[in-house]
């Protein structure tokens, strides 16, 4: 019997260092996507429950925990982020064209770097995940193009 040589050893290693290459990062990604993906529906499901609430109470819920999600975190381990516009001193979050994302309350996630700015043209603001038009859209806040 005859084991491998130096070299079928070094073009074996060489071989699956490339295929590490390649599909560790298409796995990381393909992660990514799914974090999205749940948060987006995650985001649906709280929207849904606040509309609910409001049309039993006529008036929006004072928080998340109103609504059964005080403790709900997004895919990044991050709490949602709810903005009820009738309350004191809450701003809404503005487009690239300085107008309000919604006319009725805001809900987001601030997404993987755990930051967002008022202003979606921010580069920290990107990476949310956003209901905008009044919940019509639901995605990415570097998808948002109003």
């Known amino acids: 019997m005859r084991g ?3 070299l079928e050893m070094l073009i074996a290693t060489a071989v699956l260092g490339v295929l ?6 298409m796995y990381a990604d ?3 996507r799914a974090r999205i993906a749940k948060a987006v529906s995650e985001i649906g ?5 606040i509309i609910d609430y409001q049309r039993e109470n006529r008036q929006l819920p004072p928080d998340l925990a109103t609504v059964g999600a005080g403790g709900l975190l997004d895919p990044w381990g991050n709490s949602y982020v709810y903005l009820d516009y009738a309350q004191k001193g809450v701003k809404p979050r503005k487009d690239k064209w300085l107008k309000p994302l919604n006319t009725d309350f805001d809900l987001f996630s601030v997404g993987k770097d755990g930051d967002f ?3 979606m043209n921010a ?9 905008a038009w009044d919940g019509r859209f639901i995605g990415l806040g570097k998808d948002f193009d109003p």
């Open 4 to 6: 491998f040589t130096w």
């Open 20 to 25: 590490m290459a390649i599909a560790v990062p």
């Open 123 to 131: 580069k920290e603001s990107a990476d949310d995940v956003v209901r």
């Open 30 to 32: 393909y992660r990514e």
């Open 117 to 119: 700015k008022e202003n």
């Open 45 to 49: 499901d709280l929207q849904s429950r």
